[in-house]
Antibody
Framework: EGQVVESGGGLVQPGGSLRLSCAAS????????STWVRQAPGKGLEWVAI????????FYVDSVKGRFTISRDNAENSLSLQMNSLRPEDTAVYYC???????WGQGTMVTVSS | QAGLTQPPSVSKGLRQTATLTCTGN????????AAWLQQHQGHPPKLLSS???NRPSDISERFSTSRSGNTTSLTITGLQPEDEADYYC???????????FGGGTKLTVL
């Protein structure tokens, strides 16, 4: 049974940066596209970014393009999301997973506030 | 990036059948199919059905999906109190190269 564990969330001021990490286990991480999805407080799910198995292609939601960077390390079974120029509207629980949406962690909370 | 369209809320009685809809376009639902997720308050989402209409082994047969054109539907039979949750659909949009989500439907079991 696969699982993922997100970490790295916290409180950051507008304009600041944060790096989220996701540790995967129990499945062959390198075989799957990996993705980040977020959920603002009281709101619905919003897809953020996705990366192909070998990291050669990356796609982002328009609102984070140029600010967020998704990356992966298949040797370490890990996924990352570098978030720069953070805005209050980026405040959310961030979930990582594979693009089948069948494995979800508990998420990590990011709060952007002064 | 335009999302998928879901009704904000649906209410049904105990042991009744609820059908939740999700409408997209020919680049997402109509072409790629859609996944369905269930989320209880304070918990991460849970996959009910993949975009290939595969139901995970731990999901009850009371949950089924279908698709007609650009609309996909999730049908829940024999509604139980624990079915009260938020339900989301999601599909890969080939024109946007992006996943798109519906706004979610809050199901209330009366």
């Amino acid at each position: 049974e696969g699982q993922v564990v997100e970490s790295g969330g916290g409180l950051v001021q507008p304009g600041g940066s944060l790096r989220l990490s996701c540790a995967a286990s129990g499945f062959t991480f390198s075989h799957y596209w990996s993705t980040w999805v977020r959920q603002a407080p009281g709101k619905g799910l919003e897809w953020v970014a996705i990366i192909t198995q070998d990291g050669s292609e990356k796609f982002y939601v328009d609102s984070v393009k140029g600010r967020f960077t998704i990356s992966r390390d298949n040797a370490e079974n890990s996924l990352s999301l570098q978030m720069n120029s953070l805005r209050p509207e980026d405040t959310a629980v961030y979930y990582c997973g594979r693009d089948l949406f069948d494995i979800w962690g508990q998420g990590t909370m990011v709060t952007v506030s002064s | 990036q335009a999302g998928l369209t879901q009704p904000p809320s649906v209410s049904k009685g105990l042991r009744q059948t609820a059908t939740l809809t999700c409408t997209g376009n020919s680049y997402n639902v109509g072409n790629q199919g859609a996944a369905w997720l269930q989320q209880h308050q304070g918990h991460p989402p849970k996959l009910l059905s993949s975009r290939n209409n595969n139901r995970p082994s731990d999901i009850s047969e009371r949950f089924s999906t279908s698709r007609s054109g650009n609309t996909t539907s999730l049908t829940i039979t024999g509604l139980q109190p624990e079915d009260e949750a938020d339900y989301y659909c999601s599909a890969w949009d080939s024109s946007l190269s992006a996943w798109v989500f519906g706004g979610g439907t809050k199901l209330t079991v009366l």
